[in-house]
T-cell receptor, first 113, second 109 residues
């Protein structure tokens, strides 16, 4: 059974640019969440999508957005990149019920220069 | 107050000892609780889930939950050097899962 797939694995962008990250969840998983991980802040919740609808959103500025497609694949977008956006972005999926734990992808390492 | 708090550590135990990791949470409505293990340079891996008060055992791992005290713990028996990692406590609230900062565990041979 394929795991959660994130692309690309590494990304270097210039301040002010925008970036789109992609996530393919485990087959049958309808809930997809995104997290930002930095050494200083740990794992910070960005948003959760379920059946193409954003079900919850963390405390991030509007520059961070996402969407989910009918096949449960998800993308997140960060516009007007700042140096502080450099982080590991993790996508995680689970079956719909919140009693399940998440399975994480390998992450996308974003560096903003 | 952070939503999920863990002892930041680092925690160091000798091989074969019991490692005890603790976590408290603020949302009394939380209903599902998880422990993740994260090796350096890797993504978090789910190792335990618990939903009811009491203990849940899985091999060398035991998760303990006390909802009245809003407290979750993870015990690792017969700790091995391969258990050296950061352990993350996660609490599921209203559809989103919040993580603690993690406790770094080192098991010394």
């Amino acid at each position: 059974k394929a795991g959660v797939t994130q692309t690309p694995r590494y990304l270097i962008k210039t301040r002010g640019q925008q970036v789109t990250l992609s996530c393919s969840p485990i087959s049958g998983h309808r809930s997809v969440s995104w997290y930002q991980q930095t050494p200083g802040q740990g794992l910070q919740f960005l948003f959760e999508y379920f059946s193409e609808t954003q079900r919850n959103k963390g405390n991030f500025p509007g520059r961070f957005s996402g969407r989910q497609f009918s096949n449960s694949r998800s993308e997140m977008n960060v516009s007007t990149l700042e140096l502080g956006d450099s982080a590991l972005y993790l996508c995680a999926s689970r079956p719909s019920d919140r009693f399940y734990g998440y399975t994480f992808g390998s992450g996308t390492r974003l560096t903003v220069v | 107050q952070k939503e999920v708090e863990q002892n930041s550590g680092p925690l160091s135990v000798p091989e074969g000892a019991i490692a005890s990791l603790n976590c408290t949470y603020s949302d009394r409505g939380s209903q599902s609780f998880f422990w993740y293990r994260q090796y350096s340079g890797k993504s978090p891996e789910l190792i335990m889930s618990i939903y009811s008060n009491g203990d849940k055992e899985d091999g060398r791992f035991t998760a303990q939950l006390n909802k009245a005290s809003q407290y979750v713990s993870l015990l690792i028996r017969d700790s091995q050097p391969s258990d050296s990692a950061t352990y993350l406590c996660a609490v599921n609230g209203n559809n989103d899962m919040r993580f603690g900062a993690g406790t770094r565990l080192t098991v010394k041979p």
